[in-house]
């Protein structure tokens, strides 16, 4: 899987609260479309208007800290990023990004490097990111087989619908 974007730069510290305020939790209830127009509002306003498919964030440490709403992972996605590549990440929040299909790379040296608006490209199969304007390279490890499986099929509910089970369970037919 090799994906290529433009990057928005972000800090440390970036909770799902700044991805997507706690306040509109429950304009999910019937419709999540309507979160989008909200999505990252205080940290880059009018991010919705501005991303395109296939933009990828880079970011400090502690991505995704805080609650465990599945909202901030599934927005970013569904906005068009393709990835998000960070120092570390919440683990709740990794998790949820994995299961929803969202690739989600811990480097150490990108995102030092990386300035708004730089081209990266992630190649997760040969495991490397790459500040192409910069040309910077960072080696990455490759994601486990079933978490690659979970990608590429769009997260573990589109796995399951397509496969009849997760990866990581043997059929036991």
Not at 9 to 18: A, F, R
Not at 99 to 107: E, K, R, Y
Not at 139 to 162: D, T
């Given at each position: ?11 440390d510290n970036i909770s799902t ?35 395109r498919p296939g933009d990828i ?117």
């Amino acid at each position: 899987m090799i994906k290529q974007g433009r990057c928005w730069k972000l800090g440390d510290n970036i909770s799902t609260d700044h991805i997507i305020s706690g306040k509109y939790k429950f304009e999910a209830i019937n419709d999540i479309n309507r979160m989008l127009v909200h999505l990252l509002e205080e940290v880059i306003p009018e991010f919705y208007k501005l991303v395109r498919p296939g933009d990828i964030i880079v970011a400090g440490r502690n991505f995704g800290k805080g609650s465990s709403r599945e909202q901030a992972p599934r927005l970013l996605k569904m906005a068009g990023v393709g990835a998000v590549i960070a120092k570390s990440f919440a683990h709740i929040f990794y998790r949820n990004s994995i299961n929803i299909g969202l690739p989600v790379i811990i480097a150490k040296t990108i995102p030092d490097v990386t300035q708004n608006g730089d081209i990266i490209e992630i190649n997760l199969v040969e495991g490397y990111v790459k500040n192409i304007t910069r040309n910077v390279v960072e080696p990455i490890h490759p994601y486990p087989k079933f978490i690659e499986q979970l990608l590429n099929a769009g997260g573990i509910i589109e796995y399951i619908k397509r496969y009849g089970r997760p990866p990581w369970r043997e059929s036991t037919g």
